[in-house]
């Protein structure tokens, strides 16, 4: 009796391995795959004009699509601003053109992105300082420009929050998280999340304040 106890608990035991050796190979679930939705280049000069006109020949060339123009929202008198003039251009890529240009961003930061650059929603973004980092052939007649790049993150299932029939809403299990944005950026990408910066608060003002207190 004892033998056969001792046989039926590693024959138990072998089964329970091998249970578990099989849920390790099963892979997860390919709905929870994250993948680029679209990402949105935009660069802001701030005024309207042949600057403005140049910085749409740039997106013109990197995106390979006619960009759109950004009007301001309202007046601002020190910047020169006026409402409803164009000071910026953006436009939006998607598919593998979306990924290569991607790629070369995340190339020229050094694959190093700082932990505020991740959106609670699961986006993130960043900028460069200089077009022709991305290899852009530099042009006089253009001049540099600084690109800001903004990479919208997408799940299988989302569709059903933006068709037309039967619309429903996104499970809160299904959303994308902060934490899942930064681990795949961390895993597919190999990047490496910076430590954060320190703020330091300058200013008579505040000295006198924090003195008061």
Same mark, same amino acid.
Request: charged share 30%; proline share 3%.
């Given at each position: ?8 608990? *590693? ?38 004009? /042949? !600057? ?10 990197? &995106? ?29 890529? !998607? ?15 050094? +694959? ?26 530099? /042009? ?9 790049? +903004?990479?919208?993150?997408? *799940?299988?299932?989302? *569709?059903?929050?933006?068709? !037309?029939?039967?619309?429903? *809403?996104?499970? &809160? ?41």
């Amino acid at each position: 009796l004892f033998s056969v106890a001792m046989a039926f608990s *590693r024959g138990v035991a072998s089964h329970s391995t091998a249970m578990a050796t099989e849920k390790s190979e099963k892979k997860e679930n390919p709905m929870k795959e994250l993948f680029v939705e679209k990402l949105v280049l935009n660069i802001c000069v701030g005024e309207s004009g /042949d !600057r403005l006109t140049r910085a749409a020949k740039v997106l013109e060339v990197l &995106a390979k699509q006619s960009p759109v123009f950004s009007k301001a929202r309202y007046t601002v008198r020190t910047f020169g601003i006026r409402r409803n003039e164009k000071i910026a251009v953006h436009c939006t890529v !998607r598919g593998e053109l979306a990924e290569q240009i991607l790629e070369q961003g995340l190339k020229v930061k050094e +694959y190093e992105l700082y932990k505020e650059n991740f959106s609670s929603t699961g986006n993130f973004g960043f900028g460069i300082d200089e077009h022709i980092d991305l290899g852009i052939k530099y /042009d006089p007649a253009i001049g540099i420009y600084g690109i800001d790049f +903004y990479v919208v993150m997408g *799940r299988k299932g989302f *569709r059903i929050s933006r068709r !037309r029939q039967q619309t429903s *809403r996104v499970g &809160a299990p299904h959303r994308i998280t902060k934490d899942e944005t930064i681990k795949w950026f961390q895993q597919k990408k190999q990047g490496t999340l910076l430590p954060p910066k320190e703020k330091v608060k300058k200013g008579p003002q505040y000295q006198r304040k924090k003195g008061k207190k």
